[in-house]
């Protein structure tokens, strides 16, 4: 709970809907969020190098994670757009979605102080590491959920361009990425075709965490 309302409702603007934008806090959370996430690697991995530390680093805060994180909280379902930034996407975009975890991460900060700001990082980014293997952390979403679906032999996702629109200047593609053994169907949303393929593949990756949460039988690694 924010003792400061504002602060929070800052927090999810986006700048095409107000003058009063995020970006500000972007700027605090991001510096916030890469010191709580050195914190955090440091002690959950006392025997791990610099390099593999730094690493694992790159990949808990870049743009893909972070809008991950955001998804999984539902934090795209009360950020604050513009309207013409509300049309122009089927989606809301992965940067915006990013930006706003950071700026959450920032507004906390200013809030409750630094220690809050830490465990909330802490609070977000521990999933993640639980949920992925370490060799597997820094590679792309294709990439991984290839690797994942061959170590436990099942059959290899499949992808179709589902939409290419857009304009010249601002293309888009919608791809589809389907695991006919597990039966799922999931699509991804780029300005390029690569993009959109490795939007689906997260989506998917996301499916087969979930259903293994659900199960407290079952882990990802026997997926």
Do not use: W
Not at 77 to 95: C, F, P
Not at 137 to 157: A, I, V, W, Y
Not at 172 to 185: A, G, P
């Amino acid at each position: 709970m924010f003792s400061q309302p504002d602060l929070l409702s800052m927090a999810l603007t986006h700048r095409s809907f107000s003058a009063a934008h995020n970006e500000r806090l972007e700027f605090l959370g991001d510096s916030v969020l890469n010191c709580s996430a050195s914190i955090l690697l440091y002690h959950d991995f006392p025997d791990m190098d610099e390099g593999k530390l730094s690493r694992i680093r790159s990949h808990l805060v870049k743009q893909d994670c972070l809008a991950s994180i955001g998804r999984r909280i539902n934090l795209e379902s009360v950020l604050i757009l513009g309207t013409g930034e509300l049309k122009s996407a089927s989606r809301i975009k992965d940067s915006i979605v990013a930006d706003a975890v950071e700026a959450l991460i920032g507004a906390v900060l200013l809030d409750a102080g630094f220690e809050k700001a830490r465990d909330c990082v802490f609070k977000l980014l521990r999933p993640v590491l639980a949920e992925t293997p370490i060799e597997s952390l820094g590679k792309d979403p294709k990439t991984r959920l290839q690797e994942l679906l061959q170590s436990r032999k099942k059959g290899l996702p499949v992808y179709a361009v589902l939409v290419e629109g857009g304009t010249s200047a601002s293309p888009e593609f919608k791809v589809e990425c389907v695991i006919s053994d597990f039966d799922i169907r999931k699509s991804g949303v780029g300005h390029s075709r690569r993009v959109a393929e490795q939007q689906a593949a997260q989506a998917v990756l996301e499916v087969l965490l979930d259903q293994a949460y659900a199960d407290p039988n079952q882990s990802t690694r026997r997926l």
